[in-house]
T-cell receptor
Framework: KQEVTQIPAALSVPEGENLVLNCSFT??????LQWFRQDPGKGLTSLLL?????REQTSGRLNASLDKSSGRSTLYIAASQPGDSATYLC?????????????FGSGTQLTVLP | GAGVSQSPSNKVTEKGKDVELRCDPI?????LYWYRQSLGQGLEFLIY????????KSGLPSDRFSAERTGGSVSTLTIQRTQQEDSAVYLC????????????????FGPGTRLTVT
């Protein structure tokens, strides 16, 4: 059974710092990996999607990497801002099975202090 | 609308009552998913619909939970005889099903329905 772990569970940094969020998964047979952002009381906003054949994706100040063989992904946030405060979730999509549902980590709660 | 919509946004119900949660996927998305986000449990998959195929119900926690998708678009998740442990945020997502390697299974999520069973 696929298990996804995110470390740390919570992180607090001063504004302007660069930071890295970590995600690991136990089964490397994935189709893709998505990073999401969730604000309190809100749904999920997709940030980046990395296909299994890709190594990284970038969007603005965000960069996500994928090392499928070691079961790891990182989300790098450059020059953090208070507006980045949210819970960040990573999720992997299975490459087998008809549903191809996402398996989620428990998230990292990020607080960027002004 | 451009995104996935869900209704109601909040629902408070008494233990033992039935509830229905609605999801309107993005137009043209043939795949639809329901997930549940509980305190201490994280986000878990419940059920998947793809076109006219039989749904994948492997994530439903009990037979009190059921879902249907009418006309390949709107979906309703029904919870019968609600229990306090059913309290959670129920999220719906939709995606395309790729027909070529250039497309992806990227899922787009709705804002969720917060269910509270008292």
């Amino acid at each position: 059974k696929q298990e996804v772990t995110q470390i740390p569970a919570a992180l607090s940094v001063p504004e302007g710092e660069n930071l890295v969020l970590n995600c690991s998964f136990t089964d490397s047979a994935i189709y893709n990996l998505q990073w999401f952002r969730q604000d309190p009381g809100k749904g999920l906003t997709s940030l980046l999607l990395i296909q299994s054949s890709q190594r990284e994706q970038t969007s603005g100040r965000l960069n996500a990497s994928l090392d499928k063989s070691s079961g790891r992904s990182t989300l790098y946030i450059a020059a953090s801002q208070p507006g980045d405060s949210a819970t960040y979730l990573c999720a992997v999509r299975l490459s087998s099975g008809s549903a191809r549902q996402l398996t989620f980590g428990s998230g990292t709660q990020l607080t960027v202090l002004p | 609308g451009a995104g996935v919509s869900q209704s109601p946004s909040n629902k408070v119900t008494e233990k033992g009552k039935d509830v229905e949660l609605r999801c309107d996927p993005i137009s043209g998305h043939t795949a639809l998913y329901w997930y549940r986000q509980s305190l201490g449990q994280g986000l878990e998959f419940l059920i998947y619909f793809q076109g006219n195929s039989a749904p994948d119900k492997s994530g439903l926690p009990s037979d009190r939970f059921s879902a249907e998708r009418t006309g390949g678009s709107v979906s309703t998740l029904t919870i019968q005889r609600t229990q306090q442990e059913d309290s959670a945020v129920y999220l719906c997502a939709s995606s395309l099903v790729p027909s070529s390697g250039a497309e992806t299974y990227e899922q787009y999520f709705g804002p969720g329905t917060r269910l509270t069973v008292t």
